[in-house]
């Protein structure tokens, strides 16, 4: 005798997989690995995502803080460092310029700076090439001496970028074309050799987007690919500016070109901000400061620190940006000009 249910026919369930029905812990961690110029795409979904994004994402991700470095001109031990400061009420968010209470060591003028995780890295100078490397823990204020790369760079001639949290120096390093990428691991503590990649030694501004090193030059844009341990040239962006600062927000490059103001890769954004004397990413915004006017009181004249905070997000194929703050942070002397000006993870 036949089985009666074996004899039908099996019939076909198609299910269709919801956020919704996942613990709202499991939907966050995959929220998180979601940049934020998507949120707000994500956001339209339902009431319930829209309230992940604006409320749940904030209590599982690292908070940073924005270090601003001023340095007195013509004076190459004068470092002066602030942190970006948020005052918020029931109505209104304001923020300023806090002078940092930590005492910094002195380091040397011009070096090149990324942050990994709360250190700041310096790396070579400008002057006259390198091989120093400098770390600054900045939740201890200890700044000590790393090992030195093995070729000495200038920074105004290199390009750094921190890909899968190492740091990769690219080029700097005069006639030494043999030697040209060197990577560093902060976890060992170690430099090595990362491919004998011929890169010219000429100026430039460099950002890591997507694990490779972007170097923006004037009229010209090349990436290196550590993974492949090779360059390419980029011909689609090409703009005939010169660029004066570069950065990356959630996984989109931004420079901050003489004449043009801010474009991402080879499109302008809707928003255009024509200076800036520093940019960076900061709690998934772009913030840019700059400088304006001048101030005279007795024999003290000062200039005051202006900031804008971008939120960031796409619409198709476009990058939007929208002002949520403007104004002014903090006040100067003249004689200040900005240094460094990174994100750091606390």
């Not at 099996?10 to 110029?37: F, K, Q």
């Not at 601003?68 to 460092?81: G, T």
């Not at 006259?128 to 770390?135: A, E, K, V």
């Amino acid at each position: 005798m036949s089985n009666s249910n074996a004899d039908k026919p099996l019939e076909n369930y198609t299910t269709h997989p919801s956020l919704s029905s996942l613990p709202d812990e499991i939907v966050l961690r995959c929220l998180a690995r979601v940049p934020r110029s998507y949120h707000l795409n994500i956001s339209w979904v339902s009431k319930h995502l829209r309230a992940l994004v604006r409320y749940g994402l904030r209590s599982i991700r690292h908070k940073s803080s924005l270090y601003v470095c001023f340095q007195q001109e013509y004076n190459d031990s004068s470092f002066h460092w602030f942190t970006l400061s948020e005052t918020s009420t029931t109505t209104t968010t304001e923020y300023g310029l806090v002078p940092n209470p930590t005492t910094f060591p002195p380091h040397k003028y011009g070096s090149s700076t990324v942050a990994v995780g709360s250190n700041i890295f310096f790396i070579g100078r400008s002057r006259r090439p390198s091989s120093d490397l400098w770390i600054l823990d900045t939740r201890s204020g200890n700044m000590t001496q790393g090992p030195s790369m093995s070729v000495p760079r200038n920074v105004e001639e290199a390009a750094v970028g921190v890909i899968d949290g190492k740091i990769y120096v690219i080029g700097g390093g005069g006639y030494q074309e043999e030697i040209q990428v060197e990577v560093f691991d902060p976890k060992s503590e170690t430099w090595e050799l990362a491919g004998a990649e011929n890169v010219r030694t000429i100026p430039r501004s460099s950002a890591s987007v997507e694990g490779k090193v972007y170097i923006v030059e004037y009229e010209k844009t090349s990436v290196y690919n550590p993974r492949e341990c090779e360059g390419e040239r980029l011909v689609k962006i090409t703009v005939p500016d010169t660029v004066e600062r570069v950065c990356v927000v959630e996984d989109v490059l931004f420079a901050c070109f003489k004449r043009l103001g801010v474009m991402w890769f080879d499109t302008k954004i809707d928003m255009f901000i024509f200076h800036a004397d520093a940019m960076s990413e900061y709690e998934g915004k772009l913030v840019v400061l700059y400088m304006w006017g001048e101030s005279r009181v007795d024999d003290s004249v000062t200039k005051s620190v202006r900031c804008k905070l971008v939120s960031v997000h796409r619409a198709g194929d476009r990058i939007c940006g929208t002002i949520d703050w403007s104004g002014v942070v903090g006040t100067v002397p003249s004689s200040f000009c900005f240094l460094h000006c990174l994100a750091v993870s606390e």
